[in-house]
């Protein structure tokens, strides 16, 4: 069951802002406004009501939506989404400052037993607190989180940028908890640009200066099974009888495979990897 969501602490939260452009300049709050002397003027709007928003992208509108919600019954997730909340939660992460980068909707955060976690996303969903396009530099200063959580993220950015960022922010010892889908359809368009294999993944993270402390790939079952939702989740969205028909059986099959086939876990043919490393 759902844990329930933790507050960020307001004043703790402003005083580890940083202004993307100019990292080292400290940053003065006037009312509900961020201001940075090199900027010469304001480059973040507050909203002070929960959960605090920051909006450093000052009303930009990503066209994503934004009013879906996928709390409560876990069994209406797909295989991969049941796949994260399981990685995390083995994971055991501590409690600390918890920075979730590109968080959605926040989906797995009622499950997590964590005492504050920060939510950032360029796009302003229901819980998100701070707006900033994850392109370029995170407005957090740096050494101040505890934990990193990032899922689903990589493959919605043009570059890995994020992870020179997410080392930066990072304490020394600390974590980030990464997955990454890799045979899934294109999603969330126009932001969907990579399908990143357990081999580049690896490089970059080392090549960033971390350490991979553990990369598994979700199993030949959720594979397939996911594949085989996505096959039959346009015919039925469209009304077609013969497909919702297929897909009972299909569900009856899959079932049995599940029971009765060892399920393998295959790094070069898989739904997406779950990723630990450390910042050393």
Same mark, same amino acid.
């Given at each position: 069951?759902?844990?329930?969501? $933790? ?11 940083? %202004? ?5 300049? &400290? ?28 909006? *450093?992208? %000052?009303?930009?509108? !990503? #066209? ?76 957090? $200063? !740096? &050494? ?19 992870? +020179? ?8 010892? !600390? ?43 979700? #199993? ?11 096959? *039959? ?14 897909? @009972?059986? @299909? $569900? ?5 495979? +599940? ?22």
């Amino acid at each position: 069951m759902p844990m329930g969501e $933790k507050a960020v602490n307001a004043d703790n939260l402003l005083a580890n802002l940083i %202004c993307p452009k100019h990292p080292s300049n &400290e940053l003065s709050l006037d009312v509900t406004n961020l201001e940075c002397t090199q900027c010469s003027g304001v480059i973040a709007i507050v909203k002070n009501f929960k959960p605090l928003k920051v909006d *450093f992208t %000052c009303g930009f509108d !990503s #066209g994503l939506l934004t009013n879906h919600n996928h709390f409560g019954d876990v069994s209406k997730w797909t295989n991969w989404r049941r796949e994260n909340l399981e990685f995390l939660l083995k994971m055991n992460i501590k409690s600390g400052r918890v920075l979730d980068i590109g968080a959605g909707p926040g989906d797995f955060h009622p499950f997590l037993n964590l005492n504050e976690i920060i939510s950032i996303d360029f796009t302003d969903y229901h819980n998100t607190n701070i707006i900033t396009d994850l392109n370029f530099n995170i407005p957090i $200063k !740096s &050494e101040c989180i505890d934990s990193i959580i990032m899922t689903n993220l990589l493959e919605h950015l043009p570059d890995t940028k994020v992870l +020179k960022e997410s080392y930066r922010v990072l304490k020394n010892g !600390s974590n980030i908890y990464i997955t990454v889908p890799f045979m899934l359809d294109v999603h969330q368009i126009p932001y969907d640009y990579h399908r990143y294999t357990y081999l580049y993944l690896t490089k970059i993270l080392q090549d960033e200066g971390f350490n991979v402390d553990q990369i598994s790939s979700s #199993g030949d079952f959720g594979t397939f099974q996911t594949l085989v939702e996505h096959y *039959f989740r346009f015919p039925i969205s469209q009304g077609n009888l013969t497909a919702k028909t297929l897909w @009972q059986f @299909q $569900k009856a099959i899959n079932y049995l495979l +599940k029971k009765l086939i060892t399920v393998n876990y295959r790094m070069d043919y898989t739904g997406g990897y779950m990723i630990k490393a450390t910042k050393l």
